[in-house]
């Protein structure tokens, strides 16, 4: 990519030197953590998470958004110690084989937020028990092999959001459109039963 860090690919990589950035930040700020990777990775030692949450606890005035695949780590981490209370943590939600066995391990969690990522959706995801969830974003598959999602895909999600009384953000078509014509992403945009939906969740407090 010839950015700093990826001198080896997408080859896992520690960066401790990194962890002083929040530090030095005062003003209030957004990170999605590891966007490019995932946090709880089998190989990321629970010493180098043990580090990072520690700098989560001394910036309050930051907030974190941490996604993962490696959902079943979750409970098995945060067992010994309370999830930050400026912590939004969610896990991927793709498929029903992969992605919807995640939200159990989610859930297990006391985060102040949890949230699902359902991007790129790639099929019906039938009945989802969306207890506890506070935020569902939803979004379709972008790039040059994107796969399509239909319109009833989206339409089951959003339905069962609103009867658990979760947010809803869909945040686009991604690489195929809601008529099921390929183009670019920005052409599809993110328009859904004539509207946009960009709700965010109720901060609320786990003390």
């Not at 078509?173 to 099921?180: E, F, L, P, S, V």
């Given at each position: ?22 530090l030095r930040r005062k003003k209030p700020t957004l990170y999605f953590v590891n ?91 039938g009945q989802l028990d969306l207890t506890s969830i506070h935020w569902v974003i ?27 009384g979760a947010a809803f953000f869909f945040k686009q078509w991604g690489g195929w ?31």
């Amino acid at each position: 990519m010839g950015a700093s860090g990826y001198n080896n690919g997408f080859k896992l990589a520690l960066h401790p030197e990194r962890l002083e950035q929040p530090l030095r930040r005062k003003k209030p700020t957004l990170y999605f953590v590891n966007s490019m990777s995932d946090l709880f990775h089998e190989d990321i030692p629970d010493e180098f998470l043990d580090q990072v949450f520690s700098v989560i606890r001394q910036t309050p005035q930051h907030t974190y958004q941490i996604l993962t695949k490696r959902a079943d780590r979750l409970p098995r981490y945060f067992a010994r110690q309370a999830c930050p209370q400026n912590v939004w943590l969610g896990v991927s939600v793709e498929d029903r084989r992969h992605g919807v066995p995640r939200i159990d391990h989610l859930r297990q969690v006391d985060a102040c937020i949890r949230f699902l990522s359902v991007e790129p959706l790639l099929e019906d995801l039938g009945q989802l028990d969306l207890t506890s969830i506070h935020w569902v974003i939803v979004g379709g598959e972008s790039g040059h092999k994107a796969r399509p999602m239909r319109e009833e895909w989206v339409a089951n999600v959003k339905e069962q959001t609103d009867e658990a009384g979760a947010a809803f953000f869909f945040k686009q078509w991604g690489g195929w459109g809601a008529d099921g014509v390929k183009r670019h992403k920005k052409t599809n945009g993110r328009i859904f039963r004539g509207r946009t939906w960009d709700a965010y969740p109720q901060v609320r407090s786990t003390l």
